[in-house]
């Protein structure tokens, strides 16, 4: 999902209908959002469905916060494929 959005929003800078710097905030946003959500709505599904035991709630904690860490290395990505001038000798 965060490809189709760096391709979407590189689309948008490039052709320029949307700022560099909003085509930037609105992707980070959208993809820590989906990044934190459908992770962990997937894990805790996954959870129920097999009847598998949490403990006492630290997976829980774990899963949120590699959850926001993966978002935001692809954020970091992302931001940058969004910016990308093409170097022209």
């Known amino acids: 999902m965060s490809v ?11 052709r320029e209908e ?13 993809v820590f959002l989906i990044g934190l959500f ?4 997937l894990f805790i599904s996954l959870m129920e469905i097999f009847h598998l035991n949490a403990g006492h709630g630290e ?15 692809l954020i970091v990505i992302g931001r940058i494929l969004i910016a990308w001038k093409t170097i022209i000798y």
């Open 59 to 73: 997976v829980y904690f774990m899963l949120m916060l590699g959850n926001i860490l993966l978002s935001l290395v």
């Open 4 to 14: 189709l959005l760096t391709i979407y929003y590189r689309k948008k800078v490039k």
């Open 18 to 30: 949307l700022s560099e710097k909003k085509g930037k905030r609105r992707y980070s946003i959208l």
């Open 38 to 41: 459908s992770g962990t709505v």
